[in-house]
C-alpha cells in the first residue's frame, strides 16, 4: 500500500479540487467533474496516442492535444472556485469532441454507441450536475441538435471521414467503444451512489419524523389527562351555573366559568387538528364513510359549542339553512370537522360585538356552505392561508396554522372545493360538497343541562387510573341519578362488573394491570354481563397510525367510543342511547 499512497493522494488532490470551500450538497458534483475530466484527460492521452499510431495525421493529433489539456483545465478552474465554467468547459468539450470524432473516422465509431453516450452520458451528466430546469432544457436541446447534425451528415455525407485501414478501423472502434462505455458506467455509477445518499437521508429523516410522531403521541396522550379533568370541571360549572341562575355568587363568577369553557374548547380544536394532520402525514387518514346524516343539526351542534369562545368576545352566530331536506348522504365526522374549522376560524378573527354569519343554500349536486365574519384579510394573505403552518394572530388569540390547510385537505377529499373571498369589510370562506339530499328524522336538541333524576335507580362503573378523571365522571354521573362504583384499572373495573353488575360502564382505554381493551374482551365473554353497555373514554389519539382506536374498540365490544376531553353533553346522549330508564327503588315503609 505505500507504494501507491503517493498515487492516491494526488488522485485524491484532483478529486477534491476546489471542494474544500463549497457547500453540502454541491461537493459531489464538483468531485464529480473533477474525477470526468480527469478520466477523460488520461482516455484522450492514451488512446489518442493509438488513434495517432495508426494514422499520423494532425486532424487526429491537434484535437487530442486541445481535448486533454482542456479537460485538464475544468480541473482547473474548479481548484480556482470557478465552478459554473468548469461546468460549462466539461460538457462543451464533449459535445464538441462526440460530433468532431464521429464525423472525422466515421464508422470507426458505431453511430449506436455515440447515441448511447449522448443520450445517457451526457444527458444524465448534466442533469447529476445541475439543478436549473432551465440548463437542463439547453442540454437537452443541444443534445438534440448535435444528434440531429451526425444523423444528417452519415446520410447526406456533407463531411467525408478520414480513410481508414480495416485494421485501425477496428482498433479505433474498440478503443472508442470501450472509452465511452466507461464514461456511461461512471454516469450510472454516480447517479446510484446519489439515489443510495438521498434514500440514506430519507430514512434518517423518516427515523426523525417517527420519533417526532412518537413524542408527540406521547405528549398529546398526556395533554388530554388534564385538559379533560379542567374541561370536565368547566362543563360541571356551567351546568350548576345554569341551575342557579339567580344565585348572586353564581352571576360573579359566571364571565370566569365560560373563558375556561371556551379556553377547553379551543384546547381541544388545536390538539384535535395537530393529531389530524399528523395522520394525514402518515397517510393514515381515515376513509370516508358516507352515511345518512342530519346535516342541519349537525351544524347546529357546531354553533351551540363554537358560542361558548363567540360569547367572550360579545359575537353571534346565525345560521340560514336553505337546502331542501335536513338530511344528506354524507361522511359526518369529516363535515363536522371541515365545518368546525371552518367557524371557529371565523369566531377566531371576527371583530368584536360582531355576528358570523352561516349560509346553506342547494346547489346542482349537493350544497354550498358560506362563513361570513368581520375582518379583512390582504390579497397576499389569500394566497398562502391554505399552506400548513401559516398561522395569523389577532389581539384575542392565535392559532397552530395547520386548520386551514386540514380544512382545505378534508374538502378535497369529499370532492368539494373552497374559495375565499374579502371585500374590504368581511371575510367570506364559501365550500361546495357533492351529496344526496335526503329525509331524515331530528333527534331531540341536545341540551347542557342535567336531568337529575334521569338514570334514577342505574348503577354505573367508571374505570380510569387517574384520580382527576376519577373524580370528574364520577361527579357527573352522580348528577344524573346515577348511583357509581369507581376503578383504577381493568382488573378492578372486571370484578367490580362481576360482584355490582352494573348497568353501564364508563371506561378508559389505557390503564396499568388490565387495560380497557381486555377488560371489555373478557366481560363480553362472561355470560349475564355480556350485554352491558360499555363507554370507552381515551385520549389516545394515534395508535401508532396503525388503526383508528375507535373501530378496534367497536369491533372488541365497546357500545361507543369518546374521545378526551370528552364533552358531558355528548356523553350523557350516549347514556342515554343505551341506558333504559329506571325508576328509582322504594324504600320499605312500616
Not at 503517493?6 to 476546489?18: S, T, Y
Not at 335536513?326 to 365526522?333: F, L, Q, R, T
Not at 384520580?467 to 354521573?477: A, D, P, R, T
Request: glycine share 6%; charged share 20%.
Amino acid at each position: 500500500m505505500q507504494l501507491f499512497s503517493p498515487a492516491l493522494r494526488f488522485l485524491n488532490k484532483i478529486r477534491n479540487a476546489g471542494v474544500v470551500d463549497a457547500k453540502q450538497p454541491g461537493r459531489r458534483p464538483i468531485q464529480y467533474i473533477n474525477i470526468l475530466a480527469f478520466l477523460t484527460s488520461t482516455l484522450v492521452f492514451l488512446l489518442g496516442g493509438v488513434f495517432y499510431a495508426q494514422v499520423k495525421s494532425l486532424y487526429i493529433l491537434m484535437p487530442l492535444v486541445l481535448e486533454g489539456f482542456g479537460m485538464l483545465g475544468v480541473i482547473a478552474c474548479n481548484a480556482r472556485k470557478r465552478y459554473n465554467g468548469a461546468n460549462f468547459l466539461m460538457f462543451a468539450i464533449h459535445y464538441i469532441a462526440a460530433g468532431y470524432w464521429t464525423t472525422l473516422l466515421g464508422n470507426a465509431i458505431p453511430i449506436e454507441v455515440v447515441i448511447a453516450f449522448l443520450l445517457i452520458f451526457l444527458t444524465c451528466g448534466s442533469f447529476l450536475v445541475y439543478k436549473d430546469r432551465r440548463i437542463r432544457v439547453y442540454s437537452l436541446l443541444a443534445i438534440g441538435v448535435l444528434l440531429t447534425i451526425i444523423q444528417c451528415n452519415t446520410y447526406f455525407r456533407w463531411l467525408v471521414p478520414i480513410p481508414l485501414e480495416p485494421q485501425a478501423a477496428f482498433i479505433m472502434r474498440l478503443c472508442t467503444t470501450g472509452g465511452m462505455l466507461i464514461f456511461i458506467l461512471f454516469v450510472i455509477y454516480a447517479f446510484v451512489r446519489e439515489i443510495d445518499i438521498l434514500l440514506h437521508s430519507l430514512r434518517q429523516s423518516n427515523s426523525v419524523l417517527m420519533a417526532n410522531a412518537a413524542f408527540l403521541r406521547e405528549t398529546f396522550h398526556e395533554l388530554r389527562t388534564p385538559l379533560n379533568s379542567i374541561f370536565g370541571a368547566a362543563q360541571l360549572l356551567d351546568i350548576q351555573m345554569q341551575e342557579r341562575t339567580n344565585d348572586p355568587v353564581v352571576k360573579e363568577i359566571a364571565p370566569e366559568i365560560r373563558n375556561m369553557l371556551g379556553s377547553g374548547l379551543l384546547a381541544k380544536e388545536i390538539i384535535d387538528n395537530v393529531l389530524d394532520f399528523k395522520k394525514i402525514e402518515a397517510g393514515k387518514f381515515y376513509e370516508i364513510k358516507a352515511e345518512k346524516m342530519n346535516l342541519q343539526q349537525c351544524m347546529e351542534q357546531c354553533i351551540r359549542m363554537n358560542q361558548y369562545v363567540a360569547n367572550l368576545r360579545n359575537i353571534t352566530i346565525r345560521l340560514d339553512y336553505q337546502l331542501p331536506a335536513a338530511g344528506a348522504v354524507c361522511d359526518e365526522i369529516i363535515f363536522k370537522k371541515i365545518f368546525n374549522n371552518l367557524l371557529s376560524n371565523a369566531v377566531k378573527f371576527a371583530a368584536d360585538k360582531s355576528a358570523v354569519l352561516i349560509t346553506a343554500t342547494p346547489t346542482a349536486n349537493g350544497g354550498s356552505f358560506s362563513i361570513q365574519n368581520q375582518g379583512t384579510v390582504s390579497q397576499d394573505k389569500i394566497k398562502t392561508m391554505f399552506l400548513p403552518f401559516e398561522s395569523e394572530r389577532n389581539n384575542f388569540m392565535e392559532g397552530t396554522g395547520i386548520g386551514l390547510h386540514l380544512t382545505q385537505h378534508l374538502i378535497e377529499i369529499l370532492n368539494g372545493r373552497i374559495i375565499v373571498s374579502c371585500d374590504g369589510k368581511d371575510t367570506v370562506f364559501t365550500f361546495h360538497l357533492p351529496f344526496e339530499s335526503c329525509q331524515i328524522n331530528r333527534s331531540k336538541v341536545e341540551s347542557m343541562g342535567v336531568n337529575p333524576t334521569e338514570f334514577a335507580g342505574i348503577r354505573a362503573v367508571i374505570v380510569d387510573d387517574n384520580e382527576m378523571n376519577q373524580h370528574i365522571l364520577q361527579k357527573f354521573v352522580s348528577r344524573t341519578g346515577a348511583s357509581t362504583v369507581v376503578c383504577a384499572n381493568g382488573k378492578e373495573g372486571l370484578d367490580a362488573t362481576i360482584s355490582e353488575r352494573p348497568d353501564i360502564i364508563i371506561s378508559d382505554a389505557h390503564m396499568p394491570v388490565m387495560d380497557g381493551k381486555q377488560m371489555l374482551e373478557q366481560i363480553r365473554e362472561i355470560p349475564g354481563l355480556a350485554d352491558i353497555p360499555i363507554i370507552i373514554v381515551s385520549g389516545d389519539a394515534f395508535n401508532n397510525y396503525n388503526a383508528d382506536e375507535s373501530e378496534i374498540m367497536i369491533k372488541a365490544g365497546a357500545n361507543a367510543y369518546l374521545k378526551k376531553p370528552v364533552s358531558f353533553r355528548e356523553l350523557y346522549n350516549v347514556m342515554k342511547l343505551h341506558l333504559p330508564k329506571k325508576s328509582p327503588v322504594p324504600e320499605d315503609q312500616d
